[in-house]
């Protein structure tokens, strides 16, 4: 009998259970071994409701020293905390499953050398893009394909909330405000609209991808915080859409890895994820474009997930082995250089404030000729209001990332322009 100590019993906690007892017929035909939840560990357990018959504790570092648990599925969420109950039990020598992609980003590098110094398995599938199985996709059906970019939409809250208002011209707030009635948005969603939490994605999906240390302070991190409805319907008189994504590539043996908001093509295939979904492109040296798509936000997603790495970590039980083991120890033994944007190109959509004057748009494009930015459109829209400065909107084409910030510099230090020039990337076609 397998025996399961789970740390967290919120929204994702409950998920885990519910699954458990929904398919446990069907996952233990597929292990050939019982299993069971024998202990909850969570602070408020005594208002929650929960299973008799089992251990339960408030203190989530209780489980640790439980001798007969061979299974810590940690779903907490804070890092300090997670990351002692983590290295506790691996130390002690159980297996471990977390969804905290912020632990591992943080300190994935150190608690994988653990585990393979242990030999335990330690499972971070539900860490990015939910029921998305990308962790064991990276791990295992790429193993043999040297890995040149991730590209993909990988923050279900980012992306329901920028679907939201692309479709009912509602705001960013009330947009938000439906995602945590549905349950894809947590009550504290900053690291969601902030970026931060696609970062902690992208700094995981870089690491296992070229063997670096989780990039994370290097990481470019833009959130969605500025995209207005205004822009939404700019870009799309232009044939475009706003997204979210995480980007992490590898040429030259230099690695950028970055989160920001993007325009891509009505015609691109990320236009057409909607709602709370994920959606990422793998791009290998030999085998081209493979794309994954699937629910990214949700109790119900992340728990999927979750039970997919209790699968793998029985499996290590009965076998000792498992494509988890053999991809963590590649992290961190890489040592690329870490570059910014500044010396990357992409097309630029600029939405510019300026005073309805004679000759203010000949100086505007004048400033981007000056640097030899070419533009590939220009429109001019009514002001919202009489005494409102007019929105003009350009797209540029490819440029360097530092010449573009140094020329919004420039134009927002005209006399005729108001407020500051938003900029946003125009993703390439091919990701």
């Known amino acids: 009998m397998i025996k399961i100590g789970l740390c967290g019993l919120g929204t994702v906690g409950r998920s885990f259970v519910e699954h458990i007892d929904e398919s446990y017929n069907l996952i233990k035909k597929k292990i050939g071994t019982d299993f069971e939840i024998a202990a909850i560990a969570d602070r408020s357990i005594k208002n929650k409701k929960h299973k008799t018959g089992i251990q339960i504790s408030e203190d989530p570092m209780s489980l640790i020293d439980i001798e007969d648990l061979d299974i810590v599925v940690e779903l907490i969420g804070n890092v300090d905390l997670s990351y002692n109950i983590l290295k506790q039990s691996i130390i002690n020598k159980k297996q471990v ?60 809250t980012s992306n329901f909330i920028l679907h939201k208002m692309s479709n009912s011209n509602c705001d960013l707030q009330s947009a ?77 043996e230099v690695v950028h890895a970055s989160v920001h908001p993007v325009l891509v093509s009505s015609t691109n295939i990320f236009s057409q994820v909607p709602d709370e ?35 793998s970590a029985i499996n290590h039980i009965n076998h000792s082995t498992s494509s988890y083991a053999q991809m963590i120890e590649t992290v961190g033994q890489k040592s690329y250089k870490i570059e910014s944007l500044d010396n990357t190109n992409s097309q630029y959509y600029l939405r510019i404030s300026a005073d309805d004057v004679p000759g203010v748009m000949a100086e505007i494009t004048n400033k981007l000729a000056e640097k030899k930015i070419s533009i590939e459109a220009v429109t001019q829209h009514e002001p919202t209001d009489a005494n409102s400065p007019i929105p003009i909107v350009i797209i540029t084409n490819n440029v360097k990332d530092l010449l573009m910030q140094d020329v919004i510099k420039n134009i927002e230090k005209m006399k005729n322009t108001k407020d500051k020039v938003y900029a946003i990337r125009i993703l390439s076609s091919d990701g």
Do not use: C, W
Request: no cysteine.
């Open 277 to 311: 979904m994920n959606a990422i492109i793998v791009k290998g040296e030999r085998f081209g474009q493979t794309m994954l798509y699937g629910h990214g936000a949700g109790g119900n997603a992340t728990a999927s997930a979750v039970v997919s790495d209790l699968v």
């Open 97 to 156: 499953i977390t969804a905290n992609k912020a632990l591992i980003a943080k300190h994935g590098k150190e608690l994988f050398e653990l585990a393979t110094k242990h030999n335990t398995f330690i499972g971070f599938e539900a860490s990015v893009a939910g029921a998305i199985p990308i962790i064991q996709t990276i791990s295992s059906s790429f193993s043999n394909e040297k890995v040149i970019s991730i590209v993909g939409i990988i923050n279900g």
């Open 176 to 252: 938000l405000k439906e995602a945590q009635k549905l349950g894809f948005a947590e009550a504290d969603s900053s690291f969601d609209i902030n970026g931060m939490d696609a970062a902690h994605k992208i700094s995981i999906l870089a690491a296992l991808a070229f063997g670096i240390k989780p990039p994370l302070d290097q990481t470019n991190v833009e959130g969605i915080e500025s995209i207005t409805n205004m822009d939404i319907s700019y870009a799309k008189e232009l044939g475009y859409i706003i997204k979210h994504v995480g980007i992490t590539e590898i040429s030259d």
